[in-house]
């Protein structure tokens, strides 16, 4: 690196200088350079096949169905739930008796069946098998295989694990056969955690890459109808030289198992930055939430230092009292890549990405030390574009950029320092150069149908149930989403003129509400390009005339539905309790509910007894003790009394914890008023409320206390 470097042009825009150098095989991206990975990759479909081991295989595969198919709202006859390794059939069968669900006193009067209880009992060599198992129950008790094995009932302990693994690979393009010996793959993405399509990470193992990659993300693009936005997000931002990842498509197996269709992408990680600005294992690229804090600018935490405080990242702090301090634009460009930051902020607004805000997440933060100079340079990277192009919140493309992208300037310092709002000369400079690389319609158009019919049939073998009704690699959930239910006939209509509701349903069959709307790509893309051409008079004549045609003006705009049936106890997608022994444990919206073998349940009827009229986990339950309860969200739990009380610290006293505490308070988040989890980090067990991410309270753990 020249040491004059950054007085000529920003960083970013020399990206990708270390890579070897060799043009990419889609003309559309034909002036990019890519990873050979997805140069080999493009509109070919490679086959990836990820080989488990057994216990693996079952504890993940497995696990998810029986999570399903034993919860009491389905109860779904799966053998190989019955005979999975965390069932004892012979310890079954005792808790089975003792809990008097089957009858000892009619066993007795069969002597087969009482000589084999009494094999069982007395610990002898004769082990269970399900055919014998179910026999008895039949024979011997009201109940039906599916029904005893209901998870509900404790005949044995279970619990899903989410796929976390040391695994092989197998890599099939073109009738070429790759294996990487050693992966680690786990379950992948953050919101589409708690859809029935799973996305994952691969992570290959030793001192080689792949074809120029290290680090996979297969998304399920369970969001998209179309399955094209991410993919066009991609690559559109590569033409316009900002620093990205790349990505293709493929199929994908677990061992002999299809898991359907995805598309596949690079990540940042140190591979890529060595790739990408030639800095080998660094310890300076950063991930952004908001649950990493509150800080007006970023909120990050250093990927090489995941377990540890983030408050002892001495460049990070100091990065962050740098941006406080500056208050001009040439202040910032001394350390922060101001050029890439305001071309991003425009970019947001070109191809309708409101998933990018500054202080949360899909941010990526980098810095850059060159050793010639000595200087440290901190660039910032997006990623995940499932959710551009008119998906979600911004369905109306006919917004202006202040209506739609612009970030309160008192709440991100950055907007008012670099002057990014639509009356800026830059601003509207970097959106004429934006729509002339990258939105020309004429262009753009072709590219959705050019990937549309590539993948066509993928996507229609992904979204196709079988026989059975199930379609490939979903994980089967108690909470269903509409989105779970995008048909083959969504793609078809959402990558054109149509937009896609998303419909609830109660178990009665009457209306409960309606979800997310997905505009019409086509349709955002045409109103989107008319829409700036017009507001901030861009030249616009590169596209020829094509906002005269039939084509941007006569298109039959309409609306279908994917629609979803709830299930479950009141329509919650829970069972409903089982019990009348089943302790309440905590009250919202939807009634009181309760914990069963560590299942949560929901009881069908209002309990009547007028002890309960109360229980609310804002309530202060610790006064009749003489103690005040937490006031601060933040407060983490110090002890459990031996009733099961949860007790923290506040100003050097006990005080109660009661709903107002969770783990993710201290990341900025709210505290669920609800129990049920979507999914659990290392930061605890997380709900959605109100569309937003929320932390689960330390009092619904089960066993606990308010």
């Known amino acids: 690196m020249k040491s004059g470097f950054f007085k000529i042009l920003s960083l970013a825009s020399v990206a990708l200088f270390n890579i070897k150098k060799s043009f990419a095989y889609d003309e559309f991206l034909a002036n990019t350079t890519r990873a050979e990975f997805f140069e080999l990759t493009d509109f070919k479909i490679p086959t990836i096949t990820i080989n488990l081991s057994d216990e693996d295989y079952e504890n993940f595969i497995i696990g998810t169905e029986c999570s399903r198919d034993c919860s009491p709202t389905f109860l779904k006859r799966n053998e190989a739930c019955y005979t999975a390794s965390w069932v004892d059939l012979d310890e079954a069968l005792r808790i089975a008796i003792e809990k008097k669900y089957i009858d000892i006193e009619s066993i007795k009067k069969n002597s087969n069946d009482y000589q084999l209880v009494q094999d069982v009992i007395d610990n002898k060599s004769h082990k269970l098998n399900l055919k014998e198992f179910e026999n008895l129950v039949v024979s011997h008790s009201d109940f039906t295989l599916e029904k005893i094995m209901a998870i509900n009932y404790g005949l044995y302990e279970f619990q899903r694990k989410d796929l976390d693994a040391t695994a092989s690979m197998t890599f099939e393009l073109d009738g070429k056969v790759e294996t990487i010996k050693k992966i680690k793959i786990k379950v992948g993405g953050r919101s589409t955690r708690s859809y029935s399509k799973l996305g994952y990470n691969i992570n290959i193992k030793g001192d080689k890459d792949f074809h120029g990659v290290k680090n996979l993300r297969l998304r399920s693009e369970v969001v998209d109808p179309t399955f094209i936005r991410d993919k066009l997000g991609y690559d559109l931002y590569n033409i316009i030289n900002l620093p990205t990842l790349s990505a293709n498509y493929a199929k994908l197996y677990f061992n002999q198992k299809y898991m359907g269709f995805f598309l596949v992408r690079d990540a940042f990680k140190s591979h890529w930055i060595e790739q990408n600005y030639g800095e080998k294992n660094t310890t300076h690229l950063y991930s952004c939430d908001s649950k990493y804090g509150d800080n007006v600018f970023f909120n990050c935490h250093n990927d090489a230092k995941e377990d540890s405080d983030r408050s002892e990242d001495k460049e990070w702090t100091n990065f962050l ?31 309708g990405s409101w998933d990018h805000v500054t202080r949360k997440h899909n941010n990526v933060v980098y810095m850059y030390h060159d050793t010639t100079n000595g200087r440290d340079f901190w660039i910032p990277f997006l990623y995940d574009f499932d959710l551009n192009f008119g998906a979600r919140n911004i369905v109306n ?30 601003v509207r400079g970097i959106l004429q150069e934006i729509f002339e690389k990258a939105f020309d319609p004429n262009k753009i158009l072709s590219r959705i149908d ?11 073998e992904d979204r196709t149930p079988d026989e059975n009704g199930n379609r490939p690699g979903r994980v089967d959930r108690v909470l269903i989403n509409a989105e779970d239910n995008f048909t083959f006939e969504h793609f078809l209509k959402n990558s054109e003129f149509s937009t896609v509701d998303t419909d609830y349903y109660n178990v009665d069959g009457s209306f409960a509400g309606k979800g997310f709307t997905y505009g019409a790509l086509k349709g955002w893309i045409i109103e989107r390009f008319r829409t700036a051409c017009n507001l901030y008079n861009l030249d616009c004549s590169f596209s020829g005339d094509f906002l005269n045609t039939p084509y941007a003006n006569n298109y039959k705009a309409e609306t ?52 309960y009229d109360d229980m609310d986990p804002s309530k202060c339950w610790s006064k009749s003790q003489g103690y005040s309860c937490c006031k601060d969200a933040t407060t983490t739990v110090r002890t459990t009394d031996s009733k099961g009380y949860l007790w923290g610290i506040e100003n050097n006293e006990w005080c109660g914890i009661t709903g107002n505490q969770c783990p993710a308070a201290k990341n900025g988040y709210k505290c669920c008023n609800a129990c049920k989890v979507k999914t659990t980090d290392k930061n605890g067990d997380w709900g959605v409320e109100n569309g937003e991410w929320c932390s689960i309270p330390y009092t619904c753990r089960t066993n606990v206390k308010s």
Do not use: H
């Not at 006919?398 to 008192?410: A, G, L, Q, Y």
């Open 321 to 351: 009292q740098k941006l406080e301090k500056a208050d001009t634009r040439e202040k910032l460009a001394e350390f922060f890549d101001v050029d890439s930051y305001i071309k991003w902020q425009v970019s947001r607004y070109a191809f």
């Open 397 to 426: 493309a006919t917004k202006s950029f202040k209506e739609e992208v612009m970030e309160k300037e008192e709440v991100n310092p950055l907007y008012k320092i670099l002057n990014i709002n639509e009356e800026s000369e830059e």
């Open 450 to 460: 050019q990937i549309r019919t590539f993948i066509a049939p993928y996507v229609l």
């Open 560 to 611: 279908i539905s994917a629609e979803i049936y709830r299930t479950g106890c009141r329509s919650t997608g829970y069972s409903c309790c089982m019990f009348n022994t089943t302790a309440i444990a905590t009250k919202d919206s939807d009634g009181y509910w309760g914990v069963e073998n560590g299942q949560w349940c929901l009881f069908e009827n209002n309990p009547i007894s007028s002890e």
